[in-house]
């Protein structure tokens, strides 16, 4: 099983709202990734966990928190978000082998920020 | 900052056409990754590449990473309808850390 899962599959939320984005992995991997990608631009990389411990965070903004329950687990905790946070948000997991593990990609969120 | 470039940033072929994408970054890679990313859809890994000059061969698609490891190419033979899609390349710039080039849009006319 070669399969990333990502709930839900579309969200629409107002600035104000608290919604939660949900990734899954039956892969045994241990490392965990959050990148967004805006239309017809490349994905950006915003939060690394390995072993459930946040590695990286590339300075995202405190909107956006990122939860590792478990190794299977990645959530996206989202509050306060801005129009231009609207994105399609992919969760990825790789084997934890260091930088030269295949990335396996979720088919994302598409967000809406209104 | 880092970056990786790639051009073209459009290509529209016939079938039947070669087609090369370049990606070029700004500082040494450890490895890089070429992924496909279909209309709506998601990236999809097709390879990586570790060793300076690797080339590597998937039936119609060749891979090549450079000797300074800062630059690489993808190219497909007799393009296919079902080729089109963006094309990006992911450069390793650290452990689980990822730059992913700026995307070749590929549109294939039958």
């Known amino acids: 099983d070669t399969e990333v899962t990502q709930t839900p599959k579309h969200l629409v939320m107002g600035m104000t709202n608290k919604k939660s984005l949900k990734c899954e992995q039956h892969m045994g991997h241990r490392a965990m990734y959050w990148y967004k990608q805006k239309a017809k631009k490349p994905p950006e990389l915003m939060f690394v966990y390995s072993y459930e411990k946040l590695s990286i965070n590339e300075s995202v903004p405190s909107r956006f928190s990122p939860e590792c329950p478990n190794s299977s687990l990645l959530n996206l905790h989202l509050h306060a978000l801005q129009p231009e946070d609207s994105a399609l948000y992919l969760c990825a997991s790789s084997q934890t082998r260091g930088s030269t593990d295949t990335q396996y990609f979720g088919p994302g969120t598409r967000l809406t920020v209104l | 900052g880092q970056q990786v470039m790639q051009i073209p940033q459009y290509q529209h072929v016939q079938e039947g056409e070669d087609f090369t994408t370049y990606c070029n970054s700004s500082?040494?890679?450890?490895?890089i990754q070429w992924y496909k990313q279909r209309p709506g859809g998601h990236p999809v890994f097709l390879i990586q590449?570790?060793?300076?000059?690797e080339v590597k061969k998937q039936k119609r698609l060749t891979f090549q990473f450079g000797e300074a490891k800062k630059n690489s190419s993808l190219h497909i033979t007799a393009t296919q309808t079902t080729d089109v899609g963006t094309y990006f390349c992911?450069?390793?710039?650290?452990?689980?850390?990822?730059?992913f080039g700026t995307g070749t849009r590929l549109k294939v006319l039958a």
């Open positions: 500082t040494t890679l450890s490895n």
């Open positions: 992911a450069g390793g710039v650290g452990t689980y850390k990822y730059i």
């Open positions: 590449l570790v060793k300076s000059g």
